[in-house]
């Protein structure tokens, strides 16, 4: 069973709310006490668990469904993304940070960062950087998408437009050297628009299965981004269309 897969079992595992040990995960999955201690050493630092002595839980309830499914794919790959996105963040830094679930795991990576001012539509990043460290926190509010628990109604976009932020983190549905940057969903979409109009450079976070691929509608140009941080390098003709970006392959 590859890594990926096992974590996800671990998790599906964990959704009855029960606190599960690592003895009994090892023997339901047929492998070593250590494999199962690293599997849930990652998932902590996904902030899908938490673990205990001798075992772990679910952190939290509240994040299963559409947003935690989406939270899993490809987790590993996000979390390598998030650890070197967080390189371009600097304490006291203004950063609108959207709801992707990229951008979550960036939000994750910036704990220890102090006195930053963040705008955002994702709740997943206001409770994980509201109210700590001296932070300024800016929650775009409306209706909210229970799907990506945040909002990106009218509402959220005309609040989030009026900021100006030093550095923008967001996250991507699809990538094409045709159309463009693209989305699936209508409002992140708009909000991906307000914020290329808005920050002074944007990070995209972007790992290599969003390459090559087309979404509903376009967000930007690739000419737009300014930092494009993926796990894996680029082929040739992605290297040439985003020739004009600093491009970061995340270790």
């Known amino acids: 069973m590859k890594r990926s ?3 996800r079992e671990i998790v599906a595992r964990l959704r009855g709310g029960m606190t599960l040990s690592v003895m009994g995960l090892a023997a339901d999955l047929d492998v070593s006490d250590e494999t199962i201690r690293r599997e849930l050493r990652t998932l902590e630092e996904q902030g899908a668990i938490i673990r205990e002595h001798g075992g772990a839980r679910l952190a939290t309830r509240v994040f299963e469904g559409p947003l935690m499914q989406r939270m899993e794919e490809n987790a590993d790959a996000k979390l390598r993304i998030a650890r070197a996105a967080a390189e371009f ?16 795991f960036v939000a994750r990576q910036l704990v220890e960062r102090r006195a930053l001012t963040i705008i955002t539509n994702s709740l997943q990043v206001a409770a994980d950087l509201g109210s700590i460290n001296n932070n300024r926190l800016f929650l775009a509010a409306g209706q909210m998408d229970s799907d990506y628990r945040a909002f990106s109604d009218h509402t959220a976009q005309q609040y989030v437009a009026g900021f100006t932020p030093h550095l923008a983190i967001l996250s991507v549905g699809a990538i094409s050297t045709e159309r463009g940057l693209m989305d699936f969903h209508p409002g992140e979409a708009a909000m991906s628009r307000i914020a290329y109009a808005t920050a002074e450079k944007v990070l995209l976070g972007a790992d290599s299965s969003k390459f090559g691929r087309y979404g509903l509608m376009q967000t930007a140009a690739l000419a737009d981004v300014d930092i494009l941080v993926t796990e894996a390098p680029l082929d040739e003709e992605y290297s040439g269309a985003f020739a004009h970006a600093e491009v970061v392959i995340a270790p």
């Open 5 to 7: 897969a096992r974590q």
């Open 89 to 104: 963040v600097s304490d006291g830094a203004i950063v609108f940070i959207d709801s992707g679930t990229t951008s979550c």
